[in-house]
Structure formats: C-alpha cells, structure tokens
C-alpha cells in the first residue's frame, strides 16, 4: 500500500468546485473501499488514499481526476493515469444547454452505482430511463459501457440525434445508426477504431422516445446492470420526467420503477439523483425500500447546486432473484 493524492479537476461550474473535492472523496470511499480525506497542499486541493498499485485505474477514472500522485514525504511522484475512457472527452463536454446536468456529476453518479453491481458479464449496460439530450448515455458510452436511453420529448429525442450523428463523423467512427421512421427509437452500434468494430468489439446505445412509466416491450427484462437518472428537481429539469407536471417527483418514481426494476438484473443498483427540496431522503429511501431495493448509500453527496436544488445520491441495490 502507498499513499497517493488525486489532483481535482477545476471546473467551469464554481458553485460545484468548491464541493469538487469533498464530493470526490465520498467517491473514492464508495469506489475503493477505503478511508480518503480532502488535503491542501500549497493551497491546492487533493484527495489522499492509501491504495495498492493495482488500484491506479480506479483512481484514474474518479470524476474529476486531472492527475494522480504517490505521496512520499514531501514529494510527489507523477504516476501515469489509467484512464478507462475510450472515445475522446468531448463526447460529454462539448454540448452546452440550459439545464444540462454537470458531467463531472454525471460521471460520479456513475462511478458510484458502478460500484455496487455485482452482476457479471463483459461489457455493462447502464439505463437512463429520464435521459433528456444524453449527457448519461453519452458518458456511459466513453466509460466503455452500451447505454439505454428514455424520454418522451421529441425535442431531445432529435437534439441527441443530431448531435451524436455529428459527432460520429467528425470523428470518422466506424458506425451504424438507425433511427425509426416515426422518430421514436434510434439504435447505434459503433467501436473506438476500425479494427474493434470488424471484431465485433463494439458498443450499443439506444434511446427511445416513449413514457418512462410504460416500459414494458421497450427495454427487455433483466437486460441492464445499473440505473442511473436525474430524477425531476421541480424546477427546470421536471420536464424531463415523462412531461407529467401534475405528478411530484416521488409520486413520479412509483409508478415508474416497477417498469424499471424489470430491466434490472439481480446484483444490480439504481442510483438516483434527487433534489432534497421535493423529494426528502427520507421519503425517497422509504419508496426504495417498498420496491425491493436496499438502499446503500445516501446522506453522503449532499451538495448546493442553486437556491432551488439541494442534490444528493442515492444508491439502491437488488438482491434476489429477477
């Protein structure tokens, strides 16, 4: 074991990059089962860990790793990062709308729902079942994982469309794309070069434009390994919840998860972002519990995003059988 310290990203959100640090070390706990602290150094902040070499990958790929260093007295030693991204970081970076949810966030949320499967295979599927424009699907996608996306607004159906069409060919990716002649399912199949699609190495990513809450015959049963959305904040991002704004968040997620949870396979988790403000912790883990899921991490992400967002995780995870 050595100690190492992470170099937290700067970001462009400050209201997030003063939390950054902290909310990274709640991170490495989750993700790497160990003790981590927020530490200054020369008035820059690090998180610190005592990890084994083998852990580099882990720490590479925390949300807002920049670089990685072994801690020897008062030195630090540069260690090469291990990124697992396999597409270039413009994917989650360059598309800029009111109300797109921070990706660094994204990626944490991530990263730490990630943590708690245990479901086995060789390439994970993530569910955004409240994807709007993909920020999840698209990060999901550079983590290396295939991706399920819903949503019933036309308008990000297309704006998703459009965008990863573009991307695709800006950076000559070998793909297929299909999108269904009423506009409600588009279907990619693509890989990181040449060589991984002819082999068949590759990744799949499918939105569907249809009611979060009436799954069933879209996404197939125990076809996914982890849930991970944006739940409705009550304020901007309550459009992105089926567009039924008579429904609070919670009342929302009832109706929904059944669908839900018959996508999920046994060993998997759902991680939910929520705004404490319209959906209290205590109420949300209490509807968790009436769904079947054991609630594994809550109280630990809480951060201000505005005046208006108190936003916290929470991670459920399913035992049993499907």
Same mark, same amino acid.
């Given at each position: 074991?050595?100690?190492?310290? =992470?170099?937290?990203?700067?970001?462009?959100?400050?209201?997030?990059?003063?939390?950054?640090?902290?909310?990274?070390?709640?991170?490495?706990?989750?993700?790497?089962?160990?003790? %981590?602290?927020?530490?200054?150094?020369?008035? =820059?902040?690090?998180?610190?860990?005592?990890?084994?070499? !083998? #852990?580099?990958?882990?720490?590479?790929?925390?949300?807002?790793?920049?670089?990685?260093?072994?801690?020897?007295?008062?030195?630090?030693?540069?260690?090469?990062?291990? *990124?697992?991204?396999?597409?270039?970081? #413009?994917?989650?970076?360059?598309?800029?709308?009111?109300?797109?949810?921070?990706?660094?966030?994204?990626?944490?949320?991530?990263?730490?729902?990630?943590?708690?499967?245990?479901?086995? +295979?060789?390439?994970?599927?993530?569910?955004?079942?409240?994807?709007?424009?993909?920020?999840?699907?698209?990060? %999901?996608?550079?983590?290396?994982?295939? %991706?399920?996306?819903?949503?019933?607004?036309? $308008?990000?159906?297309?704006?998703?469309?459009?965008?990863?069409?573009?991307?695709?060919?800006?950076?000559?990716?070998?793909?297929?794309?299909?999108?269904?002649? &009423? +506009?409600?399912?588009?279907?990619?199949?693509?890989?990181?070069?040449?060589?991984?699609?002819?082999?068949?190495? /590759?990744?799949?990513? /499918?939105?569907? &434009?249809?009611?979060? /809450?009436?799954?069933?015959?879209?996404?197939?049963?125990?076809?996914?390994?982890?849930?991970?959305?944006? /739940?409705?904040?009550?304020?901007?991002? +309550?459009?992105?919840?089926? $567009?039924?704004?008579? &429904?609070?968040?919670?009342?929302?997620?009832?109706? !929904?998860?059944?669908?839900?949870?018959?996508?999920?396979?046994?060993?998997?988790?759902?991680?939910?972002?929520?705004? &404490?403000? =319209?959906?209290?912790?205590?109420?949300?883990?209490?509807?968790?519990?009436?769904?079947?899921?054991?609630?594994? =991490?809550?109280?630990?992400? $809480?951060?201000?995003?505005? %005046?208006?967002?108190?936003?916290?995780?929470?991670?459920?995870? *399913?035992?049993? *059988?499907?």
């Amino acid at each position: 074991m050595s100690d190492y310290l =992470v170099l937290v990203s700067p970001s462009a959100n400050r209201v997030y990059a003063a939390d950054a640090p902290r909310l990274m070390a709640a991170e490495t706990e989750q993700v790497l089962g160990v003790p %981590a602290t927020v530490t200054e150094l020369a008035g =820059v902040a690090y998180v610190g860990c005592a990890a084994a070499a !083998a #852990d580099i990958p882990a720490l590479s790929g925390l949300s807002g790793a920049l670089a990685v260093f072994e801690h020897e007295g008062d030195l630090l030693r540069p260690i090469p990062l291990q *990124r697992s991204e396999i597409y270039p970081d #413009d994917l989650v970076t360059i598309q800029k709308y009111q109300g797109k949810t921070n990706e660094s966030w994204t990626r944490l949320c991530l990263n730490v729902t990630n943590a708690h499967v245990t479901t086995k +295979g060789p390439r994970r599927t993530v569910l955004d079942p409240m994807c709007g424009r993909g920020t999840t699907l698209n990060t %999901a996608l550079l983590l290396g994982y295939n %991706a399920v996306g819903v949503d019933i607004d036309k $308008r990000d159906f297309e704006a998703y469309e459009l965008f990863i069409k573009t991307w695709l060919r800006s950076h000559r990716l070998k793909h297929t794309i299909a999108t269904s002649h &009423r +506009g409600t399912r588009l279907d990619l199949e693509t890989a990181c070069d040449k060589d991984a699609f002819t082999a068949g190495n /590759t990744q799949k990513i /499918t939105y569907l &434009r249809t009611d979060t /809450t009436a799954l069933d015959g879209f996404v197939p049963k125990a076809s996914v390994d982890l849930i991970v959305t944006d /739940t409705p904040y009550g304020v901007l991002h +309550g459009s992105h919840a089926g $567009r039924d704004l008579s &429904r609070g968040p919670l009342e929302l997620l009832d109706a !929904a998860l059944p669908g839900w949870l018959r996508t999920l396979k046994t060993g998997g988790a759902v991680g939910l972002s929520y705004n &404490r403000h =319209v959906a209290p912790t205590d109420d949300l883990a209490q509807l968790l519990d009436g769904h079947g899921l054991q609630v594994v =991490v809550r109280d630990t992400f $809480r951060h201000r995003v505005d %005046a208006s967002i108190d936003r916290d995780l929470m991670v459920g995870v *399913r035992a049993g *059988r499907n």
